[in-house]
């Protein structure tokens, strides 16, 4: 038996032994994701010990070195820990842009303390992170933003306003961009910092969309003390933990498009029925739906590929500009076509029987991924200049 072999069956079994049975089956909804933090809230115990177990193991991060409270695991083990995983059908136990975002930029560019302090509290679920990028004026031009740090010797002063900071309300800490050089060019003159949303002067107020809910604050900062050992990489350059940062938050974004969940054709035959031989009653949607889960399965190859490549250290950054748009497409597609297969009835807004409109709501939801983390339009440019090398683009 090989190594890898010998490390699946252990995996399995270890997995098949810890797993409790509420953390196996698709995650109905957001609210049910486990985000960790000093407030975390878990919708059942066995989901506060399925974070514990995998955080004390690193396999929250799994890929991410030991030293720092990660797995410590090879590209290939950890291939086979997400099959594993996927099996038994395992939900992933811990959110975190923590995680998805702030980890990877801070195993670049961050101190070693900075490292031991945040990596393994990140790993075990015990801080969550919200991020501090687009203002009022500054979104998709974020390197015109205007928060201000003013250096007071041994802290900063912050002042300004953040937009569109998903659960900053619930968020412990977070990771934000502020101006510390304003007379030198927009893209220079930005540090990346760090700070606790409970420090004197931060307030958040949360904004509604169209669905009726929304993860997203309005974020203030009001002569916000922030220390100088929280600044991360180099002082007036963090613009370049910034690009490196987005490029994993495109890829966090594009992986929704590897569709999770209850797979479209069983919610649509639950809603239409089917034919004389067993095949969804309704014959241009269930092309749709065929056509969908094609595209998905292609981009989850896609990404395992890109994974590899990242490891390597041979991916062009604008492969994550690629990833965030297909991924974005893919799952308002799903989405579209969940409407499509719930006819009048996916349109109920506030009724016991549609769960309070969540079909509607979720489809609603999705209009903002061509939006958020760069619009579909920023994507596009990026990947027409730095991918297709397009004259003019």
């Given at each position: 038996m090989t190594d890898l072999e010998t490390?699946?069956?252990?995996?399995?079994?270890?997995l098949q032994e810890n797993c409790p049975p509420e953390c196996r089956g698709p995650i109905a909804s957001d609210e049910d994701r486990v985000w960790g933090g000093r407030n975390a809230e878990f919708r059942t115990p066995g989901h506060k010990l399925w974070m514990e177990r995998m955080g004390a193991r690193g396999w929250t991060?799994?890929?991410w070195p030991s030293e720092y409270?990660?797995?410590?695991?090879?590209?290939?083990?950890?291939?086979?820990?997400?099959?594993?995983?996927?099996?038994?059908?395992?939900?992933?136990?811990?959110?975190s842009f923590g995680i998805w975002m702030l980890g990877p930029a801070l195993l670049q560019f961050g101190t070693e303390e900075q490292k031991k302090?945040?990596?393994?509290?990140?790993?075990?679920?015990?801080?969550?992170?919200?991020?501090?990028?687009s203002e009022p004026g500054a979104g998709s031009d974020l390197a015109g933003l205007q928060t201000r740090a003013e250096d007071r010797g041994d802290h900063w002063i912050v002042n300004g306003q953040k937009i569109w900071t998903s659960y900053a309300d619930k968020a412990d800490w977070i990771f934000c961009l502020v101006r510390t050089d304003p007379d030198a060019p927009k893209h220079l003159g930005i540090s990346f910092v760090l700070f606790d949303m409970a420090t004197p002067g931060v307030t958040t107020k949360p904004i509604t969309l169209i669905s009726g809910k929304s993860p997203f604050c309005e974020t203030f900062f009001d002569d916000v003390r922030v220390?100088?050992?929280?600044?991360?990489?180099?002082?007036?350059?963090?613009?370049?933990?910034?690009?490196?940062?987005?490029?994993?938050?495109?890829?966090?974004?594009?992986?929704?498009?590897?569709?999770?969940?209850?797979?479209?054709?069983?919610v649509a035959t639950d809603a239409i029925g089917v034919d004389d031989e067993g095949r969804l009653d309704d014959a241009m949607l269930r092309a749709r739906i065929a056509e969908l889960e094609i595209d998905a399965a292609a981009f989850r190859l896609s990404m395992e590929r890109v994974g590899d490549q990242v490891k390597a250290r041979q991916v062009n950054p604008a492969i994550a500009s690629m990833l965030k748009y297909y991924g974005s497409e893919l799952n308002k597609r799903r989405h579209e076509l969940l409407m499509a297969a719930g006819g009048a009835d996916a349109l109920e807004w506030e009724s016991e029987r549609s769960d309070h409109g969540g079909?509607?709501?979720?489809?609603?939801?999705?209009?903002?991924?061509?939006?958020?983390?760069?619009?579909?339009?920023?994507?596009?440019?990026?990947?027409?200049?730095?991918?297709?090398?397009?004259?003019?683009?």
């Amino acid at each position: 038996m090989t190594d890898l072999e010998t490390f699946r069956a252990e995996t399995r079994a270890w997995l098949q032994e810890n797993c409790p049975p509420e953390c196996r089956g698709p995650i109905a909804s957001d609210e049910d994701r486990v985000w960790g933090g000093r407030n975390a809230e878990f919708r059942t115990p066995g989901h506060k010990l399925w974070m514990e177990r995998m955080g004390a193991r690193g396999w929250t991060a799994p890929e991410w070195p030991s030293e720092y409270g990660g797995g410590g695991l090879s590209r290939e083990e950890a291939k086979v820990l997400a099959s594993e995983m996927r099996r038994i059908d395992a939900q992933m136990p811990l959110s975190s842009f923590g995680i998805w975002m702030l980890g990877p930029a801070l195993l670049q560019f961050g101190t070693e303390e900075q490292k031991k302090r945040f990596l393994p509290e990140i790993v075990r679920g015990e801080i969550r992170w919200c991020q501090g990028y687009s203002e009022p004026g500054a979104g998709s031009d974020l390197a015109g933003l205007q928060t201000r740090a003013e250096d007071r010797g041994d802290h900063w002063i912050v002042n300004g306003q953040k937009i569109w900071t998903s659960y900053a309300d619930k968020a412990d800490w977070i990771f934000c961009l502020v101006r510390t050089d304003p007379d030198a060019p927009k893209h220079l003159g930005i540090s990346f910092v760090l700070f606790d949303m409970a420090t004197p002067g931060v307030t958040t107020k949360p904004i509604t969309l169209i669905s009726g809910k929304s993860p997203f604050c309005e974020t203030f900062f009001d002569d916000v003390r922030v220390e100088k050992e929280n600044l991360v990489g180099t002082l007036n350059r963090g613009w370049d933990v910034a690009k490196a940062l987005l490029a994993h938050e495109r890829t966090m974004i594009g992986a929704i498009g590897d569709v999770g969940g209850r797979p479209v054709g069983q919610v649509a035959t639950d809603a239409i029925g089917v034919d004389d031989e067993g095949r969804l009653d309704d014959a241009m949607l269930r092309a749709r739906i065929a056509e969908l889960e094609i595209d998905a399965a292609a981009f989850r190859l896609s990404m395992e590929r890109v994974g590899d490549q990242v490891k390597a250290r041979q991916v062009n950054p604008a492969i994550a500009s690629m990833l965030k748009y297909y991924g974005s497409e893919l799952n308002k597609r799903r989405h579209e076509l969940l409407m499509a297969a719930g006819g009048a009835d996916a349109l109920e807004w506030e009724s016991e029987r549609s769960d309070h409109g969540g079909a509607a709501r979720d489809w609603l939801r999705t209009k903002a991924n061509s939006i958020e983390g760069g619009t579909s339009e920023v994507q596009l440019n990026i990947i027409a200049k730095h991918l297709l090398q397009l004259p003019g683009a």
